[in-house]
């Protein structure tokens, strides 16, 4: 499961980065990086890793409300140390 957790974070990362760089420069790095020329341009394998990064931000909230409902333990706050 800790390899599938992985994962699940490296595209939701991905995604999170490509979201960012759309923000802030208007590129679409998913979409240049699978040779998209116009922004937004989508081919088949760029739907593919926007469909997986999708899933994997699923997979995250699932977890999330898994580890909340689990008896002792609590979510990380940021005033932890």
């Known amino acids: 499961m800790k390899?599938?957790?992985?994962?699940?974070a490296t595209l939701v990362l991905v995604g999170g980065l490509n979201w960012g760089l759309v923000g802030v420069a208007k590129f679409d790095l998913v979409a240049w990086i699978f040779g998209g020329m116009d922004f937004g341009e989508t081919n088949a394998a760029s739907r593919v890793v926007y469909s997986l990064v999708g899933l994997a931000a699923l997979y995250g909230v699932g977890s999330l409300l898994s580890a909340a409902r689990r008896p002792g333990t609590r979510p990380?706050?940021?005033g932890a140390r």
């Open 3 to 8: 390899k599938l957790d992985a994962l699940a």
């Open 76 to 78: 990380a706050t940021a």
